[in-house]
């Protein structure tokens, strides 16, 4: 079996996770780098300005060089991450140049909200009917995805990766650099903004990118983000791992509710019903729902380092023992696959 998946080609994202698991369960995985192929295919794409005014014409350049790869490649499953560069008529040309090959999509986002293009716009809504499954992150967008004319709709966990979120050792050097309190990992946005100032006067943290827009954090933000090993350290190094989940996210989870636990970091987390049944609360991880919540917890938790590892390590120990790695999530597109390739 050869899998192509399309997307970018960074050894942090989703794509070069399940790319890894492909190979682990011994499937040969390819990844298309969409967002490389189309700055090569025409040089304006490559200013952010012009890509934000003009992204469809551009994009209309990147279309015939896509089908071109996949079309070389003749792989038999097509596993498409988001597919926001993707016309639906290039879908319908690879599927007349590869009758047999079978589409696939996982949308790491809400297709129904476009605020943002890369986040959704009509090229997604519209290809929702062309791909032979289509799956999503979060168990309340199936339905509204079988409405919109998918084939078939599944639910498709976030997971944790071995390669890049592990536990490590770290030395006092380290301990000093990377740790803290609080630590919170991720880009600036309104809504973590928000959240975060009602904890600005803890001894906190913050990595991530765009951090300038919110004045009142200045102190706070360590003016670069963090990923793999450096994610790892940091989870290890500070007392609290602050998991916000964003409106989009809600009432399911997103990609740190398995990170931080992979790191064996003790994660604080927006409270739903979803996550808590991934870790169960106040055992394997803990969660909140406003933030007098939110500052209780972490006020308890600084002053019980004892009970606050022991619930690191039962979260630690849960991942382990359950079906949450991108290694067990190929598989199950691979089980899907294998039911449905005669169809």
């Given at each position: 079996m050869k899998i192509v998946l399309i997307s970018n080609s960074v050894k942090e994202g989703m794509a070069g996770s399940y790319s890894r698991g492909f190979l682990e369960l011994n499937e040969k995985a390819?990844?298309?780098?969409?967002?490389?192929?189309?700055?090569?295919?025409?040089?304006l794409a490559r200013n952010k300005?012009?890509?934000?005014?003009?992204?469809?014409?551009?994009?209309?350049?990147?279309?015939?060089r896509l089908i071109e790869r996949i079309v070389s490649e003749k792989p038999d499953l097509i596993f498409i991450f988001k597919g926001w560069?993707?016309?639906?008529?290039?879908?319908?040309?690879?599927?007349?140049?590869l009758p047999s090959v079978k589409l696939f999509n996982l949308n790491t986002d809400n297709p129904f909200n476009t605020w943002h293009h890369s986040n959704s716009n009509s090229w997604i809504i519209k290809s929702i009917p062309l791909y032979d499954a289509y799956f999503t992150w979060g168990k309340f967008l199936v339905e509204p995805i079988l409405k919109a004319g998918a084939k078939r709709a599944g639910y498709l966990a976030c997971g944790y990766d071995s390669y890049l979120h592990h536990p490590v050792s770290i030395n006092?050097?380290?301990?000093?650099?990377?740790?803290?309190?609080?630590?919170?990992?991720g880009s600036w946005d309104e809504e973590r903004e928000v959240w975060l100032e009602y904890l600005k006067d803890y001894d906190l943290k913050i990595w991530g990118?765009?951090?300038?827009k919110a004045p009142?954090?200045?102190?706070?933000?360590?003016?670069?983000?963090?990923?793999?090993?450096?994610?790892?350290?940091?989870?290890?190094?500070?007392?609290?791992?602050?998991?916000?989940?964003?409106?989009q996210n809600m009432p399911a989870h997103n990609m740190r509710t398995f990170e931080v636990p992979a790191c064996k970091g003790f994660m604080l987390s927006t409270r739903t019903e979803e996550q808590k049944g991934f870790f169960k609360e106040a055992e394997e991880a803990d969660y909140f729902s406003n933030p007098e919540e939110l500052k209780e917890k972490i006020d308890f938790y600084l002053k019980?380092?004892?009970?606050?590892?022991?619930?690191?390590?039962?979260?630690?120990?849960?991942?382990?023992?359950?079906n949450y790695s991108y290694t067990d999530r190929a598989k199950e597109v691979i089980e899907i696959y294998k039911n449905i390739k005669n169809d």
């Open positions: 390819e990844i298309i780098d969409d967002d490389k192929l189309y700055k090569e295919s025409v040089f300005y012009l890509h934000h005014l003009f992204w469809r014409f551009l994009a209309s350049f990147f279309q015939k560069l993707v016309k639906p008529k290039t879908m319908l040309e690879i599927k007349k140049e006092e050097k380290e301990k000093e650099f990377y740790g803290s309190d609080i630590a919170f990992i990118n765009a951090w300038q009142k954090l200045k102190k706070n933000w360590q003016r670069r983000a963090v990923s793999s090993e450096e994610f790892s350290k940091v989870c290890s190094a500070s007392k609290i791992v602050i998991n916000v989940l964003r409106k019980n380092n004892e009970l606050r590892q022991k619930i690191a390590a039962a979260g630690y120990k849960r991942l382990l023992n359950s």
